[in-house]
């Protein structure tokens, strides 16, 4: 079965880092663009961003455009999301999800991906 993974998630300090990893199994991964999504408690799923099949191309949301990065290793079947810069407001949980290839890769939206993960929580402290 289709599994994706995270981990990385923790407790880190208002300005700190953290590197978020996604490990896929049971796909073809280069046949998914990958997104990261957020969860905090009482909102709903957000897109945070997401990465092209081939990692030619990324697309962010605007609140964490010029802090977080996502990139991907398709011969190890793995996406990351490098975060900088946080701050409380990024306080949720995270989610890796995979969307078909003959899509396109921008989607913003819950519902446009097939595969989630079950989230790694990331709490960032004032």
């Known amino acids: 079965q289709v599994q994706l993974v995270e981990s990385g998630g923790g407790l880190v300090q208002a300005g700190g880092s953290l590197l978020l990893s996604c490990a896929a199994s049971?796909?073809?991964?280069?046949?998914?663009?990958m997104g990261w999504f957020r969860q905090a408690p009482g909102t709903e799923r957000e897109f945070v961003g997401a990465i092209k099949w081939s990692g030619s191309a990324t697309y962010y949301a605007a609140s964490v455009k010029g802090r977080f990065a996502i990139s991907r290793d398709n011969a190890k079947k793995m996406v990351y999301l490098q975060m900088n810069g946080l701050q409380p407001e990024d306080t949720a949980v995270y989610y890796c999800?995979?969307?078909?290839?003959?899509?396109?890769?921008?989607?913003?939206?819950?519902?446009?991906?097939?595969?989630w993960g079950q989230g790694t929580q990331v709490t960032v402290s004032s």
């Open positions: 999800a995979g969307k078909p290839a003959r899509t396109a890769y921008t989607g913003t939206t819950v519902s446009e991906y097939i595969y």
């Open positions: 049971g796909l073809t991964f280069n046949n998914y663009h």
